[in-house]
Nanobody, 129 residues
Framework: QVYLKESGGGLVQAGGSLRLSCAAS????????MGWFRQGPGNEREIVAA????????YYADSVKGRFTISRDNAKNMVYLQMSSLKPEDTNVYYC??????????????????????WGQGTQVTVSS
């Protein structure tokens, strides 16, 4: 079991920045690929960004490419999502997710919700216009 706790959400004006953090505890954090998803009312939970267990491979949804950066610190059991140039359409609940990743999957990234094994409770991000 991996326990995930997001933080860093809040209210920000359009064009502003926020940094989301996800603290992991439980099983070995470095053995998990990580992802950030978001979900708005009535919408499907969608991938925002993902990072391999090695940290060498990343993925970004087209809607956030060039504005968001995912990173991880395996020594601190943390994964981050730096969000810049925020837009009102970025308003959502953001979720951190973890997937058990074998040694031979160290560079794999995962972009589908059902590929993930563990989820945080989410943190609200609201971008005002």
């Amino acid at each position: 079991q991996v326990y995930l706790k997001e933080s860093g959400g809040g209210l920000v004006q359009a064009g502003g920045s926020l940094r989301l953090s996800c603290a992991a505890s439980g099983r070995t954090f470095s053995a998990h690929a990580m992802g950030w998803f978001r979900q708005g009312p009535g919408n499907e939970r969608e991938i925002v960004a993902a990072i391999s267990r090695s940290g060498d491979a990343t993925y970004y949804a087209d809607s956030v490419k060039g504005r968001f950066t995912i990173s991880r610190d395996n020594a601190k059991n943390m994964v981050y999502l730096q969000m810049s140039s925020l837009k009102p359409e970025d308003t959502n609940v953001y979720y951190c997710a973890a997937r058990v990743s074998r040694d031979d999957e160290a560079y794999n990234i995962y972009t589908i919700r059902d590929q993930y094994d563990f989820w945080g409770q989410g943190t609200q991000v609201t971008v005002s216009s």
